[in-house]
């Protein structure tokens, strides 16, 4: 995922709600139709946090090795 594409759908994405009073569902439309015209003012760093936001959990611990399956079991149970 392109993250200035990203922030410049969410971009739209934000204005359609709130500037325009439309729908979630219709703004979203809008949105990923016409994210290009919002290219702009879209913030390359808000689109790579919002891709990782998108990619969920990380799987690697603070060092950048893999934690064992069984630590991410306990962690995802107590998490609920």
């Known amino acids: 995922m392109d993250p200035v594409r990203v922030a410049a759908e969410f971009a739209a994405f934000v204005?359609?709600?709130e500037g325009e009073?439309?729908?979630?569902?219709?703004?979203?439309?809008?949105a990923r139709?016409?994210?290009?015209?919002?290219?702009?003012?879209?913030?390359p760093g808000l689109g790579r946090l919002l891709v990782e936001i998108s990619r969920g959990?990380?799987?690697?611990?603070?060092?950048?090795?893999?934690?064992?399956?069984?630590?991410?079991?306990r962690e995802?149970?107590?998490a609920g």
């Open 15 to 17: 204005w359609f709600v």
């Open 21 to 30: 009073m439309q729908p979630r569902q219709e703004a979203l439309r809008l």
């Open 33 to 43: 139709a016409s994210w290009s015209d919002f290219l702009p003012v879209a913030n």
């Open 57 to 73: 959990p990380r799987t690697r611990g603070r060092h950048g090795k893999r934690r064992p399956a069984a630590a991410r079991r």
């Open 76 to 78: 995802l149970a107590a």
